[in-house]
Structures are given as C-alpha cells and as structure tokens.
C-alpha cells in the first residue's frame, strides 16, 4: 500500500469554529509532514514529524495544532482560522526524515474560511 | 542561499511533440538530492525522480528523461512524445545533505498543458 489518505477532501468553516484534518499513512513510514499550498505556489512546509515527535515547526500560528497519535496517523487541528488560512492542506510521509528519502503526498483537503 | 529557479511558468505544446521542463538550482553543499513531483489538477504530489548530486548520470523512464549537469547547475524534465495526460504542475525541488532540516526546497513550478 503505497497511499497517503487525507479526510476530509473539502471543508468549510467559519473563522470560529474548531476542525481536524486528517492523515493517514500504511506504508510504514517514520516522517510525516504538513504543507500549506496557495493557488499557483509550490506547497510551503508547516510541521514536520519524526518518529512520532515534532521535529519542525516552521513558526505556524497558534491556530494550527498539529498532533501525532502514532505513527501512522497526523491530525492538524484547526480553531480561529482567518480567511487567509483558505488553502489545498497536503499530507506527506516519507521512510525516514531526512534529506535523501522522497515524499509521499496525499490529495490534499482544500479548506476554505468563510 | 538555496533556491531553485524554473522560469517557464506556463507551457503549452500540440499532443506527440516534445517538452523540456527547465530546473536550475543554488546550493552551497556538496551533496544534495533533486526531485521532480507532478501535480494534476486533483492536487496530490506525484513523485517522479530523485538524484543525488554524485550521480550524473541522465535516466530515462518510459517517456521521461532527466538530464543532471553540475556545470549549470540545471536538472532538466524531457517528456517525449507528450499525451494530454500528462498536463500538469510540475515542481522541481531541493533537498541539502548537510542541512538536517529535511525541507524541500520547492521552484515556482512549471504548468504544462498539452492540447489534443
């Protein structure tokens, strides 16, 4: 099994309430990361996690919770979003976090904040 | 500082004829690791290749080939005979040996369309 699932693949939310996305990975892998991707930008890296600890943080606003319950599932929990957070969220896991091992990317939830 | 240039933003070629996708890249390391990913319009990142910087070796996968040269720091995306599937984002990134941050570091992208 060589897929990265992601739930929910939309969401809409006003900028007060609180939601989770979801990731998912069966391929044993180690590392598993948040992306933020704008229309027409490369994906910008928000968290990373290695061996179910936070190794990254790339200074994210509070608002975004990561949380890794083990080490095949990532959540991001998301409470007080502005409009600008509206964003494709993409998952990715690779075998180890390092600079070397390629990324598996899920589909992505495309979230909009109303 | 590292950073990876693709300057076609947008290309736009006829169904069967050929696409070179341009990558050029800025790292002060010694070893490093380039991809290719394409992205359709369903969103998710396929990978593609991944090089180290000691292998200069150019492959070729069925339609594709990657052309590695050190001298111009590029790292090239030749897709042959080109089908409308492959209309697409394709990003070309960077990843540094030495940094032991593991971010990627991602160019603008290049979307290609191809028309039947």
């Known amino acids: 099994d060589t897929e990265v699932t992601q739930t929910p693949k939309h969401l809409v939310m006003g900028m007060t309430n609180k939601k989770s996305l979801k990731c998912e990975q069966h391929m044993g892998h180690r590392a598993m990361y948040w992306y933020k991707q704008k229309a027409k930008k490369p994906p910008e890296l928000m968290f990373v996690y290695s061996y179910e600890k936070l190794s990254i943080n790339e200074s994210v606003p509070s608002r975004f919770s990561p949380e890794c319950p083990n080490s095949s599932l990532l959540n991001l929990h998301l409470h007080a979003l502005q409009p600008e957070d509206s964003a494709l969220y993409l998952c990715a896991s690779s075998q180890e976090g390092n600079t070397y091992n390629e990324q598996f990317f899920g589909p992505g939830t495309r979230l909009t904040v109303l | 500082a590292q950073k990876v240039t693709q300057a076609q933003t947008e290309i736009s070629v006829v169904e069967k004829e050929d696409v070179t996708l341009d990558c050029v890249y800025e790292?002060?390391?010694?070893?490093?690791?380039l991809f290719w990913y394409k992205q359709p319009p369903s969103g998710e990142l396929v990978f593609l290749i991944r090089?180290?910087?000691?292998?200069?070796q150019n492959e070729i996968s069925g339609r594709y080939s990657w052309n590695f040269q050190k001298s111009t720091s590029s790292f090239n995306f030749t897709i042959t005979a080109s089908q409308v599937v492959d209309s697409a984002v394709y990003f070309c990134a960077l990843s540094e040996g030495t940094s032991g941050t593991y971010k990627y570091i991602f160019g603008t992208g290049t979307r290609l369309k191809v028309l039947a």
């Open positions: 090089r180290n910087s000691f292998d200069e």
């Open positions: 790292t002060r390391d010694t070893t490093y690791y």
